[in-house]
């Protein structure tokens, strides 16, 4: 009877792969019956070093360095690679860190905007022939009309609205906030009508100047603009949260 040990070796190994060329790290699969010159190949079309110019060395599952792999035609199977071991891939040829993944060093192909117009292969042409979003005139001309009256009422209400009156906020989505009316008309930051207010308690973003520009003064976090449209004046006096007492 045979007694001796038959050791079973997975015909495959999956290891993790660096290069000095990128600083990812990625794993693969590979056939422990192939040699160390097929391994190149494969890893060439991975990280982009020439066959030619590659030298690899084994790592162990803890990053420990093993050995050099220069033997073209040993088989990888006759290195110590186990599952989770790294093969780093050193490229000789000159290549530097990033050079493959740097977007900013390729060329760049730009058509004129005149030239895309004329093409009939574009999403531009389709859009057109569709009268998809911006070329369809009659739904354009539907949203530019919904935007002016929209801002005619933003108008209306502005001009109904006193500085210095009390008001309450109700934007959707917002708890309730009342405050003091501080600023109405139009701002440098965004267009159309807006109010300026300084709520009563700290729930605003700022203290009355956006981007450098100061529009009324209040404490930080105390002011906000706000909608026309959002704003209701009228007798809401200043509630007493005792913050004063002890």
Known sequence: ????????????????LTSTLSSFE????????????ELKGKLEMIVGAPTSCMDLELFSISDKFLQKMDENEALLGSYPVDDDCRIHVVDRSGGQMGEFTDVSKVEKFE?????YDKR???????????????F????????????????????????AIAVGGR????????????????????????????VGVKYDEPLGKHNGTVEGKQYFECENKYGAF??????????????DYGLDEI
């Open 1 to 16: 009877m045979d007694s001796g040990v038959t050791v079973i070796t997975n015909p495959t190994v999956n290891v993790r």
């Open 26 to 37: 990625v794993q693969r699969r590979f056939n422990r019956g192939i040699s160390i010159a």
């Open 111 to 115: 058509l004129p905007d005149d030239a």
């Open 120 to 134: 009939t292969d574009t999403a531009r042409s389709f859009m057109k022939k569709q009268r998809v979003g911006r």
């Open 136 to 159: 369809n005139e009659e739904e354009m001309a539907k949203k530019k009309a919904e935007n002016a009256a929209w801002e005619e009422e933003q108008k209306a209400a502005a001009d």
């Open 167 to 194: 008001c309450k906020v109700q934007v959707p989505g917002q708890p309730t906030k009342l405050g003091t009316v501080m600023y109405v008309g139009t701002t440098d930051f965004k267009p159309g009508y807006w």
């Open 226 to 239: 706000v909608k026309p449209l959002s704003v209701t004046v009228g007798d809401f006096p200043e509630e």
